[in-house]
């Protein structure tokens, strides 16, 4: 295989498919080839890489103390390999936290993360397996643990019915370089990624097998509550390594977070698919992309088959400087839900997905099964418009996101949650501020919210709608929200009286209760 020096140290890797990037990260008991089982599948519409970590296969072992060292080392190692800062990452355990890490560290490096079995910390009691497997491998070699560290990684269930997979392991582990391996038993034994894990700002997935013994589904479910935004998902009948326990429930698992393309009105138009039962399109703002319906994404898949598309001009959908209307944009919301087969569908839209909503139920009323708008409008009130005039124009003219986001984040959330939760704005002012699209992209579609009005058409809306708005709401204000609600037949409202436009975010649990009830009211009977 190839390899790469990376700070005068060589770096083993191997690439495979062709189209948006995708690294993976093993873990301390295995090696890149650990996912030989679900490359085909991962490798389908990406260009996939796998490295060796430090003293691991060909790789240079080097002299790294601490987790952090190693994620250093994978943020040096990208930039070797040049891959683009939207390159989405997989880690499963020892891999795990160290891209974690990376999270902490270099959180500009990379998309989105899936992380498989792996905690914040590990309870005092299960740190001393980790100091017992370095001081063996120091005095004894790789082989005085070969055992001990098959027995971590999988169920005895799966060790007795697949014995060639066992000896495959132990003889790639021997070959691991005892004091990396030691060292890297030590950083997991100090590690505690607690007090950090708040400030993560990139959408993450975690993984867990429902019978991993080493970082128990308890524990990964923890760690997932203590990432802003984070899903949870447990894999049935999986150890601490499903690439090879369970490769097709793991690589669904990605397939359904990381998404796929297609083609809408001559455009890439990128989307998640996840769940079944009767569909549910979710439409993003202006702001960010699909990504910001991961909670919901993660609780609704369970009743329904959830669609959540990246605009054009945002996300990983195609992007190009050139107006845009929200009509244009409800036209692709319809492409795509015939591309994917979809008759009929629940539709939820956030702000300007609120906007897009609006078309696509006086387009094809036949198609909307009902309609949910939150902290939207059909046409903004003057506030609303100098909020996004001035937000543009600081974009414009300092052509910088960080910027941007400096001078936006006040206006999304309640003067009472700005000061009352620093960590959460600044996580979302790093998420605003780590923005990949192309600024013109933004642009083009602020002037395209600007644009829109569908005052004087909304009696045309007959599908059970729903209006949710915050109270102190800037950009779609109460004003505005009347407006709705007082032209749209039979349109029932919900307010949020002391929360501003990310009002999911202020109350989660309120909006996930309404939003409940509201779909079950109106999902056909199967």
């Given at each position: 295989m190839p390899s790469i020096q990376v700070n005068g140290l060589a770096v083993e890797y191997a690439q495979q498919g062709s189209g948006p990037d995708l690294l993976l990260v093993h873990s301390l008991l295995?090696?890149?080839g650990v996912f030989e089982r679900v490359l085909p599948r991962l490798a389908e519409g990406r260009r996939?890489?796998?490295?060796?970590?430090?003293?691991?296969?060909?790789?240079?072992?080097?002299?790294?103390?601490?987790?952090?060292?190693?994620?250093?080392?994978?943020?040096?190692?990208?930039?070797?390999?040049?891959?683009?800062?939207?390159?989405?990452v997989f880690g499963n355990g020892f891999g795990a936290f160290v891209t974690l890490e990376l999270a902490c560290r270099h959180s500009a490096r990379f998309g989105r993360l899936v992380v498989a079995d792996a905690l914040a910390a590990f309870p005092e009691p299960a740190r001393a397996p980790f100091r017992a497997m370095a001081e063996g491998v120091r005095a004894r070699g790789m082989p005085a643990v070969l055992d001990t560290a098959i027995g971590r990684m999988f169920p005895p269930e799966f060790q007795q019915a697949n014995p060639d997979v066992i000896a495959e392991r132990k003889q790639a582990l021997a070959k691991v370089d005892p004091e990396a391996f030691a060292r890297a038993c030590l950083a997991l034994a100090?590690?505690?990624?607690?007090?950090?894990?708040?400030?993560?700002?990139?959408?993450?997935?975690?993984?867990?097998?429902?019978?991993?013994?080493?970082?128990?589904?308890?524990?990964?479910?923890?760690?997932?509550?203590?990432?802003?935004?984070?899903?949870?998902?447990?894999?049935?009948?999986?150890?601490?390594?499903?690439?090879?326990?369970?490769?097709?429930?793991?690589?669904?698992?990605?397939?359904?977070?990381?998404?796929?393309?297609?083609?809408?009105?001559g455009r890439a138009i990128h989307y998640v698919d996840d769940g079944a039962g009767f569909p549910l399109l979710l439409i993003h703002g202006l702001a960010g992309d699909h990504t910001a319906w991961t909670p919901q994404i993660a609780a609704w898949r369970e009743r329904h088959r959830v669609i959540a598309p990246d605009n054009r001009g945002a996300g990983r959908s195609t992007q190009a400087d050139e107006a845009v209307s929200t009509l244009e944009l409800a036209h692709d919301m319809l492409a795509l839900l015939d591309a994917l087969g979809i008759e009929r569908a629940h539709v939820v839209g956030r702000s300007m997905g609120g906007a897009?909503?609006?078309?696509?139920?006086?387009?094809?009323?036949?198609?909307?099964?009902?309609?949910?708008?939150?902290?939207?409008?059909?046409?903004?009130?003057?506030?609303?418009?100098?909020?996004?005039?001035?937000?543009?124009?600081?974009?414009?003219?300092?052509?910088?996101?960080?910027?941007?986001?400096?001078?936006?984040?006040?206006?999304?959330?309640?003067?009472?949650?700005?000061?009352?939760?620093?960590g959460r704005v600044a996580a979302i002012e790093a998420l605003i501020g780590g923005e990949t699209r192309l600024p013109a992209c933004y642009v083009q579609q602020n002037h395209a919210c600007q644009a829109h009005d569908t005052l004087e058409r909304l009696g045309g809306i007959r599908c059970p709608t729903l209006i949710l708005a915050g109270g102190r709401d800037p950009i779609c204000s109460p004003t505005a929200t009347g407006w709705m609600a007082e032209r749209i037949p039979g349109a029932e409202t919900v307010m949020f009286e002391d929360s501003s436009h990310f009002f999911l975010m202020e109350e989660p649990q309120r909006f996930m209760q309404v939003m409940d009830a509201w779909l079950a009211r109106h999902t056909p009977a199967a």
């Open positions: 295995t090696e890149l996939v890489t796998r490295i060796n970590l430090p003293g691991f296969g060909a790789s240079a072992a080097g002299n790294f103390e601490s987790v952090a060292d190693f994620a250093d080392h994978l943020a040096a190692a990208m930039d070797a390999l040049a891959l683009p800062a939207a390159t989405d100090a590690l505690d990624l607690a007090p950090r894990l708040g400030a993560v700002s990139k959408p993450v997935l975690v993984l867990c097998g429902a019978l991993d013994q080493t970082t128990p589904p308890q524990l990964a479910r923890a760690l997932a509550q203590k990432i802003p935004g984070a899903a949870y998902r447990e894999i049935a009948g999986s150890g601490h390594c499903p690439m090879l326990e369970q490769p097709a429930a793991l690589t669904a698992m990605m397939h359904a977070f990381l998404g796929r393309d297609a083609a809408a009105g897009i909503a609006q078309h696509m139920a006086l387009l094809a009323p036949q198609r909307i099964a009902s309609l949910a708008m939150c902290a939207s409008f059909a046409k903004l009130d003057p506030l609303g418009r100098r909020v996004l005039d001035n937000m543009r124009e600081v974009l414009e003219w300092t052509g910088s996101w960080a910027a941007h986001a400096r001078h936006s984040v006040q206006n999304f959330v309640s003067s009472a949650f700005y000061n009352a939760n620093p």
